[in-house]
Nanobody
Framework: QIRLVESGGGSVQSGGSLRLSCVGS????????MGWYRQAPGKQRELVAI???????NYADSVKGRFTIDFRRTDNTAYLQMNNLKYEDTAVYYC???????????????WGQGTQVTVSS
């Protein structure tokens, strides 16, 4: 089992910035992807950003140009720099990892506990 610990959420005014952090610990042999998802009240969880390599990174259209994901593979850590935040970015943000615990090609998904981001207009 592994553990994902998120931090960096909070409240900010529209146009402000926040930086989320996610650190993975435990039995991680290798990581395929790390990413961030979010879920606003009454809505489904949606992808924000996901990456495996700098050239293989995807963002939701709604955050392109404003959010940047930074994946530090050697540290099992992913950051999400969020700039020019908007009211509609308000949500609980979840870290996600797809990893394997051994050299066997068996991939497992895990989620963090979530961190609240609130943007006031």
């Amino acid at each position: 089992q592994i553990r994902l610990v998120e931090s960096g959420g909070g409240s900010v005014q529209s146009g402000g910035s926040l930086r989320l952090s996610c650190v993975g610990s435990g039995s991680i042999f290798s990581i395929f992807t790390m990413g961030w998802y979010r879920q606003a009240p009454g809505k489904q969880r949606e992808l924000v950003a996901i990456t495996s390599t700098p050239s293989d990174t995807n963002y939701a259209d709604s955050v392109k140009g404003r959010f940047t994901i930074d994946f530090r593979r050697t540290d099992n850590t992913a950051y999400l720099q969020m700039n020019n935040l908007k009211y509609e970015d308000t949500a609980v943000y979840y870290c996600h990892i797809r990893y394997r615990q051994t050299s066997a090609l068996v991939w497992t998904d895990a989620w963090g506990q979530g961190t609240q981001v609130t943007v006031s207009s």
